[in-house]
Nanobody, 121 residues
Framework: QVQLVESGGGLVQAGGSLRLSCVASGSIFNINVMGWYRQAPGKQRELVATIVSGRMPNYADSVKGRFTISRDNSKNTVNLQMNSLKPEDTAIYYC???????????????WGQGTQVTVSS
């Protein structure tokens, strides 16, 4: 299996910063897409940012210029640096990877348990 563990969530005032990290472990042969999604109360889960090695990252319009996604392939980690946070950024943030397990036949999506980010006004 592939396990994802997120860290770095918390409570911050508007205008502040947080850095989320996610480590993927298990029988991983290769990871294609790594990304962050979020789900606010009463809303659907939405894409925040994704990154593929060798390509420009993809961001939701609402976070462009404020959030930066990065990955370290040697450590199977993906990070999300969040600056200039707004109350509307409050949500549970989920890490996701599209990965091929060792011995697997196809890539699958895996999800972390989520980490709470709360931005106070």
């Amino acid at each position: 299996q592939v396990q994802l563990v997120e860290s770095g969530g918390g409570l911050v005032q508007a205008g502040g910063s947080l850095r989320l990290s996610c480590v993927a472990s298990g029988s991983i042969f290769n990871i294609n897409v790594m990304g962050w999604y979020r789900q606010a109360p009463g809303k659907q889960r939405e894409l925040v940012a994704t990154i593929v090695s060798g390509r420009m990252p993809n961001y939701a319009d609402s976070v462009k210029g404020r959030f930066t996604i990065s990955r370290d392939n040697s450590k199977n980690t993906v990070n999300l640096q969040m600056n200039s946070l707004k109350p509307e950024d409050t949500a549970i943030y989920y890490c996701s990877v599209n990965a091929l397990r060792t011995g697997g036949l196809q890539y699958r999506d895996y999800w972390g348990q989520g980490t709470q980010v709360t931005v106070s006004s």
